[in-house]
């Protein structure tokens, strides 16, 4: 008895899991100043707001053909099919085994004459039955982990669906800075082609000068060489849009010039909102892996304590195929096994300190997103300002410019001036034309930008199926 009480305390000693600590807590949102109103609402499909039924189907063929996002809903497939395995695990367990056997039973064991000594047939066949109780939630624990890696596999979904919509109207939003950009280069060359032809006029009356002619070639070059750049920059756009839709060169030339409305109007906040964290995909996915993870801190502590088994059998057992037939081969068993953790070498221990360290890794990761996305917020309001601002400015710029060369044409008009001193005004003023529609794509693309950070049209409710 006394010994008895030993292995018992034993047992029970070998149950208890050791006491952990984390070392790593979730960053407060009130610790990063998200103190703004909530974010305004967003379409789901906010890119029609540019108005450009190419740039709409773009989206949709990337929606359904990137190898990027089909390698995400892959990904949620497998944590489906991961919770669907958990789950069954709560079930009893059914199997149906057999086995036959020609054997040479021992003549000096238990087994009486005839057979002993001789070679007969054993032969088995059972229905067996198994069934794990869970008294102490270790299964359910399993359960709940996988059904929140789910959800966190559904929400990178989602985070996937809205940066592969954001990067195909970020590009196309380049396409259409080099059609005006080629635009702009286009009517400078036709400008400067009859300026040209003015010069080459005058010279042939010998009325303008070798300099004044090489003056005039050296302007149109330099709009031919504009718009030779803007229609590589074009180029690049559509076979970048191309590989985004998941498709080749032969959808890229189908691409036809875009229609869109840079200026579409989106909701701009004056601040970070207070309610950023909840309406981000992947901060609301990182979260959920941090639940991931702490139910596995929870599957790795009750590993320390006893499983309780249900197990039956019913089946035939006989040695001869002839004895086997027989109802007197029947055999029916049924009972508890109980499973006691009493010395492992540490497996269990090691295992629940590297639970904690995930729930650790989990949260500084949660940690990092969250910085990462009040940074990419305020950034985004920031560029906002800023491109405004220089956008205003770039018009002063052009209005100067656009004067002081009609100034200019007088003054070579009424022979106060050479024509040479029109040469830098007109170079300055097709650099700020470029500029001004650098800027008027910069800004769309900082509102695009703003939309993205603030988690699109995603709502926490699009992660269930």
């Not at 042939?204 to 300099?211: F, K, T």
Request: aromatic share 4%; net charge positive.
């Amino acid at each position: 008895m006394r010994r008895a009480g030993l292995l018992l305390a034993a047992g029970l000693a070998g149950c208890v899991a050791p006491a952990t600590h984390q070392s790593v807590a979730p960053i407060a949102p009130a610790a990063l100043g998200l103190s703004g109103p909530r974010t305004p609402a967003i379409a789901p499909e906010w890119w029609r707001a540019f108005a450009d039924p190419q740039l709409d189907r773009i989206v949709a063929d990337a929606l359904a053909g990137s190898p990027d996002l089909q390698s995400a809903l892959a990904r949620v497939a497998q944590a489906e099919a991961q919770f669907a395995a958990r789950g069954a695990e709560r079930g009893p367990d059914v199997t149906l085994t057999g086995q036959a056997q020609a054997a040479r039973l021992s003549g000096r064991f238990t087994i009486p004459p005839p057979f002993a000594g001789s070679v007969q047939l054993l032969g088995t066949a059972a229905a067996n039955l198994g069934y794990d109780f869970d008294l102490f939630g270790r299964q359910r624990a399993a359960i709940v982990q996988a059904g929140v890696v789910v959800d966190a596999a559904r929400l990178d979904a989602t985070a996937a669906r809205l940066a592969l919509a954001g990067a195909v109207v970020q590009t196309y939003l380049d396409l259409a800075r080099a059609e005006t950009q080629a635009g702009v280069a286009r009517r400078t060359i036709a400008t400067r082609r009859s300026a040209l032809g003015l010069v080459e006029a005058q010279r042939r009356n010998q009325l303008a000068s070798g300099v004044q002619h090489s003056a005039a070639e050296t302007l149109l070059a330099q709009a031919e060489q504009a718009l030779t750049r803007a229609q590589g920059a074009r180029s690049l756009a559509v076979n970048a849009l191309a590989a985004l839709a998941g498709r080749g060169p032969d959808y890229a030339a189908a691409i036809v010039p875009t229609t869109l409305k840079p200026d579409m109007a989106l909701p701009v906040p004056a601040s970070v909102p207070a309610d950023l964290l909840g309406r981000r995909a992947d901060i609301v996915a990182a979260r959920a892996r941090v639940e991931a993870a702490e139910a596995g801190r929870q599957v790795a502590r009750r590993a320390f304590l006893p499983n309780i088994n249900l197990g039956a059998l019913v089946g035939l057992q006989a040695v001869g195929l002839g004895n086997f037939l027989t109802l007197d081969a029947g055999t029916i068993g049924v009972g508890p096994a109980l499973s006691l953790p009493l010395f492992d070498n540490g497996r269990n221990k090691a295992a629940l300190a590297g639970a904690v360290a995930g729930v650790d890794a989990a949260i500084a990761e949660y940690n990092g997103r969250v910085v990462a996305a009040a940074r990419e917020a305020a950034d985004a309001l920031a560029q906002i300002a800023n491109v405004q601002a220089q956008a205003r400015e770039q018009e002063a710029v052009l209005v100067g410019l656009r004067r002081t060369a009609r100034l200019n044409q007088v003054r070579v008009g009424a022979g106060l001036d050479s024509k040479l001193g029109l040469v830098d005004t007109d170079v300055r003023l097709l650099e700020a034309e470029q500029a001004r529609a650098d800027l008027s794509t910069a800004a769309a693309q900082a509102r695009v930008q703003l939309v993205l950070a603030l988690g699109g049209g995603f709502t926490p409710q699009d992660i269930r199926p």
